[in-house]
């Protein structure tokens, strides 16, 4: 188990409300992600975070922002939900970005859009 | 840009089977590979990863070789089990972009064996 958790698990929201996942990690890795997992793509990155309030756009940041206060938690925000938002949201982290450095994976919060 | 392209599943087999899932790739350096798993409802587990051309990555039966000149990562294993029925991921990490290594997945291939 690679220490990490995702809240919720399960949510079900309407259009153009605001909603915020949060990432929450135990083994104080520097890099977190989010991604998002849709059927026939795979998963794509959303944003990333390198260090304490340090964090860029990953393919698919659009409708998203994120903020890392602390080195343990990772927020994605949705300003406004949209259905095509209705996904998995994966949550990862690893130690370094190094080819030896794998990332682990939480796991995932699935969210509905409706 | 970068890009992974898996055979389609999903792939059906029994028990004791051969399983190879084909995995090619389109990057512009030197990129890092790997294979992952999701079993239902759970988040994606590391399976193997191979950092340089021609190294092998094997963990539990599985199997694959970077093959720089093919540009494949193929998964193999000689025997599958009903425990292997899960959703398998063909990742490759890119240069170093800005301050992160970032993952590009495949689309998945769904596994299925019969017992």
């Known amino acids: 188990d690679a220490g990490i958790t995702q809240s919720p698990r399960h949510k079900v929201t309407e259009t153009g409300t605001p909603v915020t996942l949060r990432c929450h990690q135990t083994?104080?890795?520097?890099?977190m992600y989010w991604y998002r997992q849709d059927p026939g793509h795979g998963l794509r990155l959303i944003h990333y975070?390198?260090?304490?309030?340090?964090?860029d756009k990953g393919e698919v940041s659009d409708g998203y922002s994120v903020s890392r206060s602390k080195t343990e938690d990772f927020l994605l925000t949705l300003e406004s939900a949209t259905s095509s938002q209705t996904s998995v949201y994966f949550c990862?982290?690893?130690?370094?970005?190094?080819?030896?450095?794998?990332?682990?994976f939480g796991p995932g919060t699935r969210l509905t859009v409706t | 840009g970068n890009s992974v392209t898996q055979m389609e599943g999903p792939v059906t087999l029994s028990e004791e089977a051969f399983l190879t899932i084909n995995c090619t790739y389109t990057?512009?350096?030197?990129?890092?590979l790997f294979w992952y798993v999701q079993y239902p409802g759970e988040g994606l587990q590391l399976l193997l990863k191979?950092?340089?051309?021609?190294d092998k990555g094997s963990n539990k039966g599985f199997e694959a070789t970077y093959r720089k000149e093919t540009t494949s990562f193929h998964l193999e294993k000689g025997s599958v089990q009903v425990s292997d029925s899960a959703v398998y991921f063909c990742?490759?990490?890119?240069?170093?972009?800005?301050?992160?290594?970032?993952?590009?997945f495949g689309s998945g291939t769904q596994l299925t064996v019969l017992p």
């Open positions: 990742a490759l990490s890119d240069e170093y972009a800005g301050s992160a290594r970032q993952l590009t």
């Open positions: 083994e104080n890795h520097r890099y």
């Open positions: 975070s390198y260090g304490v309030k340090d964090t």
């Open positions: 990862a982290i690893s130690e370094g970005s190094g080819p030896s450095y794998e990332q682990y």
């Open positions: 191979a950092t340089k051309a021609d």
């Open positions: 990057a512009t350096g030197y990129p890092s």
